[in-house]
């Protein structure tokens, strides 16, 4: 579920079937999803211009818009499970999960203690699983450690666990407007390569799995989802913890477009895909098509 700062009647569509919710609607589509049998959510924020700075320090601001919008899902509908994303993408200039140097690099170390803190306010606001998407080395035990010094050991962590350097976000990263972006101060590296996975290379899944999970990871994520089955498969059979799969804006994205067309026969389409993902050894599924596939079922 993307949220969005300000008021308005309902949502702005940010991809076709998918809105943008201002926080004093967002429930409505929370409770719809309740209604279909949907158990767990994600939020993503898109914030004001105003707000994305250099050093991105509305991440972990308790009255930002995901804190804001956790505590009010949480009021009226305690039994949903809120599982977020930690990474500073969205509240970053610069566009980019981690802190960007002045030469232009990430700074692995110094983005940890942000995200952090953004996951301990995530906590605090009524978060259940916490989700880092950002990549850096090291970040699950650093998270881990720092909910259990807070007291939220029984806050989960669901790691991007093997998230690959990917075209399939485009979609993501316009209803967010949290790509990469030029600016004249500095050198930003133009995608994500330094930190998000070599689409070429799958035994680089292995290794992060067993990090995450000797980190403390409680689900092992893998993204995008269709393009990368043989990856859950070998993570399925490399680990006993829970697998999810994240069937991305893209993929989303191109069945939408095909089925607007008539090129393809949605529901089918759509319910093979997610099928998929279970033959591949995904235990859960994170996925735009989940209110529609839930109705269909
Ligand atoms: C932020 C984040 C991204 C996605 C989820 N969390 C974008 C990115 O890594 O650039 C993409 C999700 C999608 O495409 O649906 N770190």
New binding site residues.
């Given amino acids: 579920i993307f949220v969005h700062e300000g008021n308005s009647i309902e949502g702005i569509q940010a991809m076709p079937g998918i809105n943008r919710w201002p926080l004093n609607t967002v429930i409505s589509e929370v409770k719809r999803a309740w209604g279909l049998g949907i158990r767990c959510i994600v939020l993503f924020p898109k914030i004001a211009d105003s707000l994305k700075n250099e050093d991105p320090v509305e991440c972990f601001n308790p009255e930002g818009l995901i804190p804001k919008a956790i505590r009010l899902i949480k009021k009226e509908l305690p039994e949903m499970t809120i599982m977020t994303?930690v990474?500073l993408?969205p509240y970053s200039c610069d566009g980019h999960?981690g802190i960007v140097s002045d030469e232009g690099i990430i700074l692995n170390d110094q983005t940890i203690e942000y995200l952090c803190r953004q996951a301990i306010t995530q906590a605090e606001s009524g978060a259940d699983l916490i989700g880092p998407?950002?990549m850096m080395d090291g970040r699950v035990g650093a998270i881990r450690e720092a909910l259990d010094e807070e007291g939220f050991e029984h806050v989960g962590i669901i790691s991007y666990t093997a998230k690959y350097s990917s075209a399939?976000?485009g979609?993501?990263?316009e209803a967010l407007d949290?790509a990469p972006r030029h600016n004249t101060v500095k050198p930003i590296p133009e995608n994500?390569n330094t930190y998000?996975m070599d689409p070429a290379n799958a035994r680089e899944a292995i290794t992060e799995a067993h990090l995450d999970e000797q980190e403390g990871s409680d689900i092992l994520m893998v993204k995008p989802g269709l393009a990368y089955l043989d990856i859950i498969h070998r993570l399925r059979s490399e680990s006993d913890l829970p697998i999810a799969a994240?069937n991305?804006?893209?993929e989303y994205a191109m069945v939408k477009a095909a089925a607007e067309r008539g090129w393809i026969d949605e529901k089918p389409v759509v319910l093979e895909t997610l099928l998929s993902f279970k033959r591949a050894g995904a235990d859960l599924i994170l996925t735009y098509h989940a209110c529609d596939a839930a109705e269909w079922l």
């Fill in positions: 994303d990474a993408d999960d998407s950002d399939y976000y979609p993501f990263r949290s994500k998000q994240y991305v804006s893209g």
